[in-house]
Protein backbone atom coordinates (compact mmCIF):
# COMPACT_ATOMS: atom_id res chain seq x y z
CA UNK A 1 0.00 0.00 0.00
CA UNK A 2 1.42 3.33 -0.59
CA UNK A 3 1.94 5.94 1.80
CA UNK A 4 2.92 9.77 1.79
CA UNK A 5 6.54 8.68 2.52
CA UNK A 6 6.36 6.39 -0.36
CA UNK A 7 4.67 9.41 -2.63
CA UNK A 8 7.44 11.71 -1.60
CA UNK A 9 10.34 9.97 -2.10
CA UNK A 10 9.04 8.93 -5.98
CA UNK A 11 7.46 12.31 -6.59
CA UNK A 12 9.99 14.44 -4.61
CA UNK A 13 12.94 16.53 -5.03
CA UNK A 14 14.67 14.97 -2.06
CA UNK A 15 17.03 12.87 -1.70
CA UNK A 16 16.45 9.64 0.38
CA UNK A 17 17.78 6.68 -0.64
CA UNK A 18 16.34 3.49 1.19
CA UNK A 19 18.84 1.32 2.09
CA UNK A 20 18.19 -2.46 2.48
CA UNK A 21 18.62 -4.35 5.64
CA UNK A 22 22.45 -4.80 4.96
CA UNK A 23 22.73 -0.87 4.49
CA UNK A 24 22.89 -0.68 0.64
CA UNK A 25 21.71 0.46 -2.50
CA UNK A 26 22.07 -1.89 -6.17
CA UNK A 27 24.33 0.59 -8.27
CA UNK A 28 24.43 -0.38 -12.12
CA UNK A 29 27.07 0.94 -13.93
CA UNK A 30 26.89 1.91 -17.76
CA UNK A 31 29.39 2.57 -20.00
CA UNK A 32 28.88 6.17 -20.98
CA UNK A 33 29.74 6.28 -24.63
CA UNK A 34 28.47 2.92 -25.54
CA UNK A 35 25.31 2.48 -23.02
CA UNK A 36 26.26 -0.95 -22.43
CA UNK A 37 26.02 -2.51 -18.84
CA UNK A 38 29.54 -2.74 -17.25
CA UNK A 39 28.74 -4.42 -13.46
CA UNK A 40 26.40 -4.43 -10.74
CA UNK A 41 27.20 -3.70 -7.50
CA UNK A 42 26.14 -1.92 -4.20
CA UNK A 43 26.85 1.10 -2.20
CA UNK A 44 26.54 2.06 1.57
CA UNK A 45 25.64 5.73 2.81
CA UNK A 46 29.59 6.55 2.37
CA UNK A 47 30.18 4.93 -0.84
CA UNK A 48 27.15 6.90 -2.02
CA UNK A 49 28.37 9.98 -0.71
CA UNK A 50 31.76 9.86 -1.82
CA UNK A 51 30.66 8.73 -5.15
CA UNK A 52 28.40 11.74 -5.31
CA UNK A 53 31.29 14.03 -3.67
CA UNK A 54 34.30 13.22 -5.89
CA UNK A 55 32.47 12.19 -9.02
CA UNK A 56 34.47 8.81 -9.49
CA UNK A 57 32.83 5.66 -7.95
CA UNK A 58 33.08 4.06 -4.69
CA UNK A 59 31.38 0.89 -3.62
CA UNK A 60 30.81 -1.30 -1.04
CA UNK A 61 32.10 -4.97 -1.38
CA UNK A 62 29.98 -7.07 0.34
CA UNK A 63 32.16 -10.03 0.37
CA UNK A 64 35.33 -7.81 1.64
CA UNK A 65 32.76 -6.33 3.82
CA UNK A 66 34.79 -3.01 2.17
CA UNK A 67 34.69 -0.06 1.30
CA UNK A 68 36.34 0.41 -2.05
CA UNK A 69 37.04 3.22 -4.75
CA UNK A 70 36.96 1.57 -7.56
CA UNK A 71 40.22 0.74 -9.85
CA UNK A 72 41.81 1.19 -6.91
CA UNK A 73 44.44 -1.54 -7.17
CA UNK A 74 44.17 -1.62 -11.09
CA UNK A 75 44.24 1.66 -11.94
CA UNK A 76 41.02 0.85 -13.64
CA UNK A 77 38.50 3.76 -12.51
CA UNK A 78 35.16 5.06 -13.36
CA UNK A 79 34.76 9.07 -13.82
CA UNK A 80 31.21 9.76 -13.32
CA UNK A 81 29.64 11.98 -15.97
CA UNK A 82 25.80 11.03 -14.49
CA UNK A 83 23.69 9.81 -11.21
CA UNK A 84 20.27 9.17 -11.75
CA UNK A 85 18.09 7.14 -8.99
CA UNK A 86 14.95 5.64 -8.96
CA UNK A 87 11.51 5.96 -8.09
CA UNK A 88 11.37 4.04 -5.27
CA UNK A 89 15.30 5.40 -4.54
CA UNK A 90 16.80 1.87 -3.69
CA UNK A 91 18.37 2.11 -7.16
CA UNK A 92 21.26 4.30 -8.64
CA UNK A 93 22.28 4.26 -12.09
CA UNK A 94 25.63 6.10 -13.12
CA UNK A 95 27.16 6.51 -17.05
CA UNK A 96 30.66 6.26 -16.15
CA UNK A 97 33.97 6.36 -18.21
CA UNK A 98 35.65 3.23 -17.89
CA UNK A 99 39.34 2.89 -18.02
CA UNK A 100 40.49 -0.36 -19.85
CA UNK A 101 37.90 -2.66 -18.41
CA UNK A 102 35.11 -2.89 -15.01
CA UNK A 103 35.17 -6.56 -14.80
CA UNK A 104 37.91 -8.52 -12.91
CA UNK A 105 37.88 -10.91 -15.16
CA UNK A 106 39.82 -8.66 -18.12
CA UNK A 107 36.98 -7.92 -20.06
CA UNK A 108 35.10 -4.43 -20.62
CA UNK A 109 31.73 -5.69 -18.90
CA UNK A 110 30.99 -8.13 -16.43
CA UNK A 111 28.52 -9.19 -18.90
CA UNK A 112 30.64 -11.17 -21.50
CA UNK A 113 28.11 -14.06 -21.51
CA UNK A 114 24.49 -14.21 -23.15
CA UNK A 115 21.84 -16.31 -22.40
CA UNK A 116 20.20 -18.04 -25.45
CA UNK A 117 16.58 -17.29 -25.22
CA UNK A 118 13.07 -19.52 -26.37
CA UNK A 119 15.22 -22.93 -24.57
CA UNK A 120 12.75 -24.84 -21.27
CA UNK A 121 16.47 -26.84 -20.66
CA UNK A 122 19.85 -27.49 -21.23
CA UNK A 123 20.81 -23.19 -21.73
CA UNK A 124 24.45 -22.82 -22.28
CA UNK A 125 25.97 -19.83 -22.36
CA UNK A 126 27.96 -17.60 -25.48
CA UNK A 127 30.74 -16.01 -24.71
CA UNK A 128 30.50 -12.52 -26.33
CA UNK A 129 33.86 -10.22 -24.98
CA UNK A 130 37.50 -10.85 -24.92
CA UNK A 131 39.32 -10.14 -22.71
CA UNK A 132 40.52 -6.55 -23.01
CA UNK A 133 43.15 -6.49 -19.82
CA UNK A 134 45.47 -9.36 -18.26
CA UNK A 135 43.91 -9.51 -14.63
CA UNK A 136 46.84 -11.67 -13.61
CA UNK A 137 48.89 -8.41 -14.35
CA UNK A 138 46.24 -5.75 -13.35
CA UNK A 139 45.74 -7.01 -10.03
CA UNK A 140 46.82 -7.54 -6.56
CA UNK A 141 43.87 -8.56 -5.36
CA UNK A 142 40.82 -9.74 -7.33
CA UNK A 143 37.74 -7.60 -6.39
CA UNK A 144 38.58 -4.08 -7.43
CA UNK B 1 39.31 -16.54 -1.83
CA UNK B 2 38.50 -18.19 -5.45
CA UNK B 3 37.81 -21.57 -5.69
CA UNK B 4 37.24 -24.27 -8.49
CA UNK B 5 33.22 -23.51 -8.27
CA UNK B 6 33.77 -19.63 -8.93
CA UNK B 7 35.85 -20.03 -11.99
CA UNK B 8 33.60 -22.52 -13.83
CA UNK B 9 30.44 -20.24 -12.81
CA UNK B 10 32.83 -17.31 -14.46
CA UNK B 11 34.44 -18.82 -17.31
CA UNK B 12 32.27 -21.78 -18.36
CA UNK B 13 29.54 -22.48 -20.38
CA UNK B 14 27.60 -23.60 -17.50
CA UNK B 15 23.95 -21.47 -16.51
CA UNK B 16 24.64 -22.11 -12.89
CA UNK B 17 22.54 -18.38 -11.47
CA UNK B 18 23.68 -17.61 -8.03
CA UNK B 19 20.51 -16.55 -5.92
CA UNK B 20 20.66 -15.03 -3.34
CA UNK B 21 19.18 -15.89 0.46
CA UNK B 22 15.54 -14.80 -0.95
CA UNK B 23 16.23 -16.64 -4.18
CA UNK B 24 16.34 -13.93 -6.03
CA UNK B 25 19.15 -12.67 -8.68
CA UNK B 26 19.00 -8.81 -9.81
CA UNK B 27 17.93 -7.83 -13.24
CA UNK B 28 18.42 -5.05 -15.29
CA UNK B 29 16.54 -4.35 -18.08
CA UNK B 30 17.61 -1.64 -20.91
CA UNK B 31 15.66 -0.17 -23.58
CA UNK B 32 16.54 -2.14 -26.64
CA UNK B 33 16.60 0.77 -28.53
CA UNK B 34 17.89 3.46 -26.72
CA UNK B 35 20.31 1.66 -24.37
CA UNK B 36 18.81 3.87 -21.25
CA UNK B 37 18.27 1.99 -17.85
CA UNK B 38 14.62 1.21 -17.84
CA UNK B 39 14.19 -0.57 -13.89
CA UNK B 40 16.27 -3.05 -11.83
CA UNK B 41 13.73 -5.57 -10.51
CA UNK B 42 14.69 -9.52 -9.14
CA UNK B 43 13.65 -12.82 -10.78
CA UNK B 44 13.21 -15.80 -8.59
CA UNK B 45 14.33 -19.19 -10.49
CA UNK B 46 10.86 -19.67 -12.24
CA UNK B 47 10.35 -16.02 -13.27
CA UNK B 48 14.39 -16.49 -15.26
CA UNK B 49 13.16 -19.63 -16.51
CA UNK B 50 9.40 -18.16 -17.83
CA UNK B 51 11.76 -15.52 -19.33
CA UNK B 52 14.44 -17.60 -21.15
CA UNK B 53 11.37 -19.57 -22.59
CA UNK B 54 8.82 -17.04 -23.51
CA UNK B 55 11.67 -14.26 -24.30
CA UNK B 56 9.14 -12.03 -22.47
CA UNK B 57 10.09 -10.18 -18.83
CA UNK B 58 8.70 -11.87 -15.82
CA UNK B 59 9.55 -10.63 -12.45
CA UNK B 60 9.53 -11.60 -8.80
CA UNK B 61 7.78 -8.91 -6.49
CA UNK B 62 9.75 -8.75 -3.39
CA UNK B 63 6.95 -6.53 -1.56
CA UNK B 64 4.05 -8.50 -2.83
CA UNK B 65 5.94 -11.84 -2.87
CA UNK B 66 4.37 -13.24 -6.18
CA UNK B 67 5.30 -13.80 -9.54
CA UNK B 68 4.91 -11.33 -12.08
CA UNK B 69 4.24 -11.08 -15.75
CA UNK B 70 5.56 -7.32 -16.65
CA UNK B 71 2.52 -5.60 -18.23
CA UNK B 72 0.06 -8.02 -17.34
CA UNK B 73 -2.39 -5.42 -15.78
CA UNK B 74 -1.32 -2.56 -17.48
CA UNK B 75 -0.52 -3.93 -21.09
CA UNK B 76 3.14 -2.63 -20.96
CA UNK B 77 4.69 -5.78 -21.69
CA UNK B 78 8.79 -6.05 -22.46
CA UNK B 79 10.00 -8.37 -25.06
CA UNK B 80 13.05 -9.25 -24.27
CA UNK B 81 15.99 -8.97 -27.71
CA UNK B 82 19.12 -10.49 -25.68
CA UNK B 83 19.45 -11.75 -22.04
CA UNK B 84 23.15 -11.64 -20.86
CA UNK B 85 24.47 -12.90 -17.09
CA UNK B 86 27.39 -11.20 -15.44
CA UNK B 87 30.31 -12.89 -14.10
CA UNK B 88 29.38 -14.21 -10.73
CA UNK B 89 25.86 -15.19 -12.22
CA UNK B 90 24.05 -12.92 -9.60
CA UNK B 91 23.06 -10.60 -12.10
CA UNK B 92 21.04 -11.06 -15.62
CA UNK B 93 20.75 -8.04 -18.22
CA UNK B 94 18.03 -7.69 -20.51
CA UNK B 95 17.41 -5.51 -23.40
CA UNK B 96 13.90 -4.85 -24.15
CA UNK B 97 11.04 -3.51 -26.55
CA UNK B 98 9.05 -1.34 -23.42
CA UNK B 99 5.67 -0.82 -24.37
CA UNK B 100 4.87 2.57 -23.15
CA UNK B 101 6.81 2.95 -20.30
CA UNK B 102 8.23 0.77 -17.42
CA UNK B 103 7.71 2.69 -14.47
CA UNK B 104 4.33 2.57 -12.02
CA UNK B 105 4.81 6.09 -12.09
CA UNK B 106 3.56 6.48 -15.47
CA UNK B 107 7.59 7.51 -16.90
CA UNK B 108 9.30 5.43 -19.28
CA UNK B 109 12.27 4.78 -17.05
CA UNK B 110 12.08 4.53 -13.36
CA UNK B 111 15.24 6.38 -13.19
CA UNK B 112 13.61 9.92 -14.07
CA UNK B 113 15.36 11.92 -11.65
CA UNK B 114 19.38 12.86 -11.63
CA UNK B 115 21.27 13.26 -8.55
CA UNK B 116 24.09 16.23 -8.64
CA UNK B 117 27.27 15.60 -8.48
CA UNK B 118 30.33 17.67 -6.59
CA UNK B 119 27.71 18.30 -3.48
CA UNK B 120 28.96 17.18 0.16
CA UNK B 121 25.24 18.09 1.52
CA UNK B 122 21.57 19.04 0.57
CA UNK B 123 21.35 17.04 -2.55
CA UNK B 124 18.27 18.20 -4.44
CA UNK B 125 17.07 15.49 -7.24
CA UNK B 126 16.79 17.15 -11.01
CA UNK B 127 13.48 15.48 -12.86
CA UNK B 128 14.40 14.35 -16.18
CA UNK B 129 11.46 12.83 -17.84
CA UNK B 130 7.87 13.15 -18.28
CA UNK B 131 5.32 10.85 -17.82
CA UNK B 132 4.80 8.88 -21.17
CA UNK B 133 1.24 7.34 -19.80
CA UNK B 134 -1.00 8.08 -17.00
CA UNK B 135 -0.56 5.69 -14.49
CA UNK B 136 -4.51 5.90 -12.74
CA UNK B 137 -5.70 4.97 -15.88
CA UNK B 138 -2.97 2.05 -16.92
CA UNK B 139 -2.90 -0.11 -13.53
CA UNK B 140 -5.56 -2.07 -11.93
CA UNK B 141 -2.70 -1.72 -9.14
CA UNK B 142 0.02 0.16 -9.01
CA UNK B 143 3.12 -2.74 -9.41
CA UNK B 144 2.81 -4.26 -12.73
Redesign the interface.
Known sequence: M?TSADTDR??????APKFDASGLV?C?A?DAA????L??AHMNAEAL?KT??T?EAWYFSRSRRALWRKGEASGHTQR?A??????DQD???IKVEQVAGA???G?RS???????????RA??????DDRVFDPKIAYRD?SN
Chains 1, 2 share one sequence.
Open positions: SEEGFGFTVTSGDVMVAIAGVEMRIDCAVWCHSRCFYRAVPLGKTVTLEFLK
